[in-house]
């Protein structure tokens, strides 16, 4: 059995910094992909940001220059530092896994979200 458990949301004023971090436990052999998915109310979870096991990233547009993610291969685990917040920030954070097991089998699992919200 595989577990995420993600922590470090909040409140946080427009401008302010948070940082998300996820950790997966259970029958891990890797973790392929790491991603920070976001769903606002009303919205369409999207893609915030994804690391390859081999440290490429990738961000939303909306996120560019002010996030970073990062990963510790080690400890399977993953952050998202997010700076200069916005208001339109605001939504709950979901860490996502692609990982594969000893077993060898291939997972794609997900966090319980996290509530981020930026007030103005």
């Given amino acids: 059995q595989v577990q995420l458990v993600e922590s470090g949301g909040g409140l946080v004023q427009a401008g302010g910094s948070l940082r998300l971090s996820c950790a997966a436990s259970g029958s891990i052999f890797k973790v392929n992909v790491w991603g920070w998915y976001r769903q606002a109310p009303g919205k369409q979870r999207e893609l915030v940001a994804a690391i390859t096991s081999g440290g490429s990233t990738n ?62």
Wanted: aromatic content about 12%; proline content about 2%.
């Fill in 59 to 120: 961000y939303a547009d909306s996120v560019k220059g002010r996030c970073t993610i990062s990963r510790d291969n080690a400890k399977n685990t993953v952050c998202l530092q997010m700076n200069s917040l916005k208001p339109e920030d605001t939504a709950v954070y979901y860490c996502n896994a692609d990982l594969t097991t000893y077993g060898m089998v291939h997972y794609d699992w997900w966090g319980q979200g996290t509530q981020v919200t930026v007030s103005s």
